[in-house]
Every structure is written in C-alpha cells, then in structure tokens.
C-alpha cells in the first residue's frame, strides 16, 4: 500500500486506541464518583462506548477504502 494509505491505516488504529483509552478514564472516573448506579453513570458510560464503537466503524470503512481495491485486483 502506499504511504499515504499507510498514513490512513496508522491514524484510524490511533483515532480508536485514543477513544478506548478515553471509555476506560470515563468509566473509572464514573465508577469512583458514582459507586452506586445512576442514570447518568450509565449514560456517561454508554457515551464513552459509543465513541469507540463510532471510532471502529470509522476505522473500518478506512480499512475498506484502503483494502478492498488491492485485494479485488489480486482476484
């Protein structure tokens, strides 16, 4: 691939490491000031893992734009 879409490819990993680093600060954080469960422990929670999973989508249609034209021309 080129280094352009190795530049794509290293900055979706990082833009996904940063975001679940994110969750795991946000759910601790909750966990500490909120030990008992409450609605916007959960909604704090559910916020911090949405971002993930917004992140790995987006890293997955990077993977797609990057992947699929080399692999269909291997076909």
Known sequence: ISRAEWLAIVLAITVVATAEVVNTAVESVTDLAS?????????????????????????AVVGLIVFLPHILDML
């Not at 030990?35 to 890293?59: F, I, M, T």
């Open 35 to 59: 030990p008992q469960w409450h609605e916007l422990a959960r909604a704090a929670k559910d916020a911090g893992a949405g971002a993930v999973l917004l992140a790995s989508a987006g890293a």
